[in-house]
């Protein structure tokens, strides 16, 4: 992961239920609006942070309330930092089948960590599985409508 | 009928158009609603002709679209048809991403849709 000057940084520690994160999530969203990040890579942003949240409420603490997930936003003049942490055993992020296999694209779940790794410019868990640190370029993947600082 | 909290349905010319209250469909508590919703009305109402017009959906998760995918189950299960229309460009980059846009048939507009059945 890359060395940045983070100005904006938010942690918390939330209980397993899939609204608890919305507040900081919009935060965040609202701090990359600021800082003038344009509408797509907060779509992308937005969407991924939802999947790895809802992955560590539901797939990792099980929605057991007595677990927590914690988790840290960063926010660095072209770069996002998101890490996330859930209390679950972890799981093998390789041993999830391709939702885009043909024998697989009728299957009703399976497609979050996806869609993660196509928004977010690089994603990383560590060896247990239970902690995801994903980042988001400015700009990247290769998009004209983002390359530039969006007018206030 | 039952009560709907996350779907506004109508009839045009047989079709059943819904659209969706929600304009982020992330929350699990709500697209579980969601799906009940939906699947009564194949199940329980017997509609066979589906139009879901996304206009007011600005970010959807994937727990949603697999609500999606077990509705078009059974929307076949059932011999009927469901087009998806107004999907708006980041959204369908997700039906894109996930190959859904080769299992759903997703039409411009209302009218497109509407003129497929």
Same mark, same amino acid.
């Given at each position: 992961?890359?060395?940045? /000057?983070?100005?904006?940084? +938010?942690?918390?520690?939330?209980?397993?239920?899939?609204?608890?994160?919305?507040?900081?999530?919009?935060?965040?969203?609202?701090?990359?609006? /600021?800082?003038?990040?344009?509408? =797509?890579?907060?779509?992308?942003?937005?969407?991924?942070?939802?999947?790895?949240?809802?992955?560590?409420?539901?797939?990792?603490?099980?929605?057991?309330?007595?677990?927590?997930?914690?988790?840290?936003? /960063?926010?660095?003049?072209?770069?996002?930092?998101?890490?996330?942490?859930?209390?679950? *055993?972890?799981?093998?992020?390789?041993?999830?089948?391709?939702?885009?296999?043909?024998?697989?694209?009728?299957?009703?779940?399976?497609?979050?960590?996806?869609?993660?790794?196509?928004?977010? +410019?690089?994603?990383?868990?560590?060896? =247990?599985?239970?902690?995801?640190?994903?980042?988001? =370029?400015?700009?990247?993947?290769?998009?004209?409508?983002?390359?530039?600082?969006?007018? *206030? | 009928?039952?009560?709907?909290?996350?779907?506004?349905?109508?009839?045009?010319?047989?079709?059943?158009?819904?659209?969706?209250?929600?304009?982020?469909?992330?929350?699990?508590?709500?697209?579980?609603?969601?799906?009940?919703?939906?699947?009564?009305?194949?199940?329980?109402?017997?509609?066979?002709?589906?139009?879901?017009?996304?206009?007011?959906?600005?970010?959807?998760?994937? @727990?949603?679209?697999?609500?999606?995918?077990?509705?078009?189950?059974?929307?076949? @299960?059932?011999?009927?048809?469901? &087009?998806?229309?107004?999907?708006?460009?980041?959204?369908?980059?997700?039906?894109?991403?996930?190959?859904?846009?080769?299992?759903?048939?997703? &039409?411009?507009?209302? @009218?497109?849709?509407?003129? @497929?059945?």
């Amino acid at each position: 992961m890359t060395q940045e /000057q983070w100005f904006w940084t +938010s942690s918390a520690r939330i209980p397993s239920e899939t609204q608890a994160g919305y507040p900081f999530v919009q935060q965040l969203l609202d701090q990359m609006k /600021q800082n003038q990040w344009c509408e =797509r890579d907060i779509f992308g942003v937005h969407l991924a942070v939802e999947e790895a949240l809802v992955n560590a409420i539901k797939h990792g603490n099980g929605y057991d309330a007595d677990k927590l997930v914690e988790f840290t936003f /960063q926010l660095s003049d072209d770069c996002v930092r998101v890490a996330i942490t859930d209390e679950g *055993a972890g799981f093998a992020p390789g041993d999830v089948p391709d939702p885009t296999d043909d024998d697989n694209l009728e299957l009703p779940s399976g497609r979050g960590i996806m869609l993660m790794r196509n928004f977010m +410019s690089n994603i990383e868990y560590n060896d =247990r599985g239970n902690h995801v640190v994903m980042e988001k =370029r400015r700009g990247q993947p290769d998009d004209e409508q983002c390359n530039s600082k969006t007018s *206030a | 009928m039952a009560e709907r909290h996350r779907l506004e349905v109508s009839e045009v010319g047989g079709v059943t158009v819904i659209r969706f209250t929600d304009k982020k469909i992330l929350d699990e508590a709500n697209i579980q609603e969601l799906g009940q919703e939906l699947f009564g009305l194949v199940e329980e109402e017997n509609r066979k002709s589906l139009c879901l017009n996304f206009t007011n959906v600005d970010l959807l998760s994937s @727990a949603a679209l697999g609500k999606l995918i077990t509705l078009d189950k059974k929307v076949k @299960a059932h011999g009927g048809k469901l &087009k998806l229309c107004n999907i708006r460009p980041q959204i369908y980059q997700v039906f894109v991403i996930t190959r859904l846009h080769k299992l759903f048939d997703i &039409k411009n507009d209302e @009218a497109e849709a509407l003129a @497929a059945f």
